[in-house]
């Protein structure tokens, strides 16, 4: 079922793939609204001067070089097998491409979605879904320099809003204790490199560093780098996996896998594996600021395996988590950042769409051919799709701006129901103008 322009899409997300699909919808003449709750590209920018390890080629899409060499035909655009920065490629292709007079005005910024619903009915109603197709969504939005409170009415919502929440990074996906009491000079959780962290070394010469996502390590590759002329005396990656599974991980990353595995064999890396992080707090010692990290292994010792789980009065005995707790000092965290759970309560939001119930859904999804590899965009919320790293879960360190622009020429040929639909293969080539 096409859903004819001039119709409304929110956008969820302020990311790269967010703009993408602003441009893409507004290509095709939908009226769209992006809201990001703050800045645009704010994840982008955390990477700093960081290398990225992907070609201009596979950071940008024909779209939007063509936009952006229609619009400024003054501004340089990397060379499509350049490797840029992050910084490059912010001041090189997506703040231009954000300013594009055709999607300039979509672009909302420091606007948060608080919630979203239907215009005429509850989820209690019990409506069938696919009479979703007739009610508009309703979506709250909340401007953050005037605490705004406004709805809008959208045809479509597209939900870029980042990666599905994953738990933090204490024990069972929850916070450390102690956290909340912590600053930032003691828990780091923005990227940094050159001068930058040269003086946060300088400050804190033993380093614990928490998780295995990709930014995280390009972290450790950065702290590795700096090592020489720096005073960093220690260097610890606490991981949930086995060393063996890690370091078999590493040798599918390229260039980044291999100097890591490399350090973590000559000692420069202390791998603390199979672990995770029970407690933090500062250590009160006077001209002390170091602080406490209680480290918990996975898995119990083999004393205590081969402890019963009843006394003798048939009572349930529970582990002593203490017991198994190894206290270290560092200087500094270098953890994961947090992502807000945003869920609406409103909203069928299943992945395990019921392929029935919708014919020209049902079409799509059972054509391997145009549904991208890895990915699920599409909800049980008739019109409310998932794009970007949001629309793949759990595998979200794996996913790529090429795997986010697969999403959108999906979503948008389902929306208007023609299944050849592809405006990447149609854009111009600046570079053959």
Not at 98 to 112: A, M, N, P
Not at 155 to 178: E, K, Q, R, T
């Amino acid at each position: 079922m096409a859903i004819d322009t001039p119709a409304r899409i929110v956008i969820i997300g302020g990311g790269p793939i967010g703009v993408e699909a602003a441009l893409y919808g507004r290509y095709l003449g939908y009226d769209v609204d992006l809201y990001e709750q703050a800045r645009l590209f704010e994840a982008v920018r955390a990477w700093g001067d960081f290398p990225l390890n992907h070609s201009f080629a596979e950071l940008s899409s024909p779209l939007g070089r063509a936009a952006i060499a229609t619009q400024f035909p003054s501004h340089a655009l990397p060379g499509l097998q350049d490797r840029p920065t992050a910084a490059q490629w912010l001041e090189g292709y997506l703040e231009p491409l954000s300013r594009v007079d055709l999607i300039v005005d979509s672009l909302h910024e420091k606007t948060s979605v608080t919630d979203i619903g239907r215009e005429s009915w509850r989820r209690e109603d019990g409506v069938p879904e696919e009479a979703g197709y007739d009610e508009l969504f309703l979506v709250a939005i909340r401007r953050l320099e005037t605490s705004d409170e406004q709805w809008r009415l959208a045809d479509i919502v597209l939900d870029a809003s980042g990666p599905v929440p994953a738990g933090s990074w204490g024990l069972g996906g929850m916070s450390p204790a102690g956290l909340s009491l912590l600053g930032e000079q003691h828990v780091s959780r923005r990227l940094c490199s050159g001068p930058e962290l040269a003086e946060r070394i300088a400050m804190a010469p033993r380093v614990l560093a928490v998780g295995t996502s990709q930014a995280m390590m390009s972290q450790l590759t950065e702290l590795l780098s700096a090592r020489g002329g720096t005073p960093l005396t220690e260097l610890a990656w606490c991981v949930r996996e086995s060393a063996d599974a890690l370091v078999s991980r590493l040798g599918n990353d390229g260039e980044l896998g291999r100097r890591l595995r490399e350090a973590i064999a000559a000692g420069s890396i202390e791998l603390l594996s199979e672990s995770q992080i029970a407690s933090v707090r500062a250590n009160t010692t006077p001209d002390c600021h170091a602080v406490r990290v209680d480290l918990l292994p996975l898995e119990p010792s083999e004393e205590e395996d081969d402890s019963d789980d009843d006394d003798e009065n048939g009572a349930s005995v529970y582990p002593d988590l203490a017991v198994r707790m190894i206290t270290r000092e560092f200087d500094l965290i270098w953890a994961p950042p947090g992502n807000s759970n945003r869920h609406w309560p409103e909203l069928r939001l299943r992945r395990d769409v019921d392929l029935d119930c919708c014919e020209a859904m049902a079409r799509w999804l059972r054509s391997e051919s145009t549904r991208p590899t890895s990915t699920d965009v599409v909800t049980s919320e008739l019109n409310y799709y998932l794009i970007g790293v949001r629309g793949f879960g759990r595998a979200a360190e794996r996913f790529a701006l090429t795997d986010g622009l697969a999403q959108i020429q999906v979503i948008y040929s389902i929306l208007v129901d023609r299944p050849n639909l592809d405006l990447y293969l149609n854009a111009p080539n600046p570079e053959s103008a």
